[in-house]
Antibody
């Protein structure tokens, strides 16, 4: 069965960077991509970025471009999201989700990773 | 960017009721709309994709319709486990934006 298992809670100071991992299993890794979605406390879902596990192509939400990098490692079946220059309003739960991208749809989600940005 | 709006933002209903949530896109999105259910503290769950296709293992009381810019999610015969937040998302063009959500709670 498809499973996406994310890394654990991160607590960071403002200005620091964070890297979240998403270990995929139960399917052929490079036949899908990954979307990254975040949810601030009490708020809705915000799409951040997408990466292809086939060729590494990426798409980013404009507001995060420059601070955000998404990638995959086929040798370990893992997707990564790295965000730099963290601010307090980056405090959120970050989700990876299996997604083939434009004209397709998210079908499986990771359990979420809490990122807390606080001094 | 394509903006997605949802109405209502919240609704109260009883077990057995039928409810409808509407999602509108600011621009044409074809039928590339998905609906997700999220219960408190959990990851979202896919209910419907391509506007009207039911994801496997999702009960048939859930249905979706629409195309172009207007979409609906219907739940016929609410069950206790259906009280949750519901989100639409377009995957027609990036950024793949979500609607702000609709909370369905107990009347």
């Amino acid at each position: 069965q498809v499973q996406l298992v994310q890394s654990g809670t991160e607590v960071k100071q403002p200005g620091a960077s964070v890297k979240v991992s998403c270990q995929a299993s139960g399917y052929i890794f490079n036949t899908y991509g990954f979307s990254w979605v975040r949810q601030a406390p009490g708020q809705g879902l915000e799409w951040m970025a997408w990466v292809s596990a086939y060729n590494g192509n990426t798409l980013y939400a404009q507001k995060m471009r420059g601070r955000l990098s998404v990638s995959t490692d086929a040798s370990t079946g893992t997707a990564y999201m790295e965000m730099s220059d963290l601010r307090a309003d980056d405090t959120a739960v970050y989700y990876c989700a299996r997604d083939r991208g434009s004209a397709w749809h998210i079908d499986y989600w990771g359990q979420g990773t809490q990122v807390i940005v606080s001094s | 960017d394509i903006q997605m709006t949802q109405s209502p933002s919240s609704l109260s209903a009883s077990v057995g009721d039928s409810v409808t949530v509407t999602c509108r896109a600011s621009h044409y999105v074809g039928n590339f709309v998905s609906w997700f259910q999220q219960k408190s503290g959990n990851a979202p769950k896919l209910l419907i994709y391509d506007a009207s296709t039911l994801q496997s293992d999702v009960p048939s009381r859930f249905s979706g319709s629409g195309s172009g810019t207007e979409f609906t999610l219907a739940i016929s015969g609410l069950q206790p486990e259906d009280f949750a937040h519901y989100y639409c998302q377009q995957s027609f063009s990036d950024p793949f934006t979500f609607g702000p959500g609709t909370k369905v709670d107990v009347k």
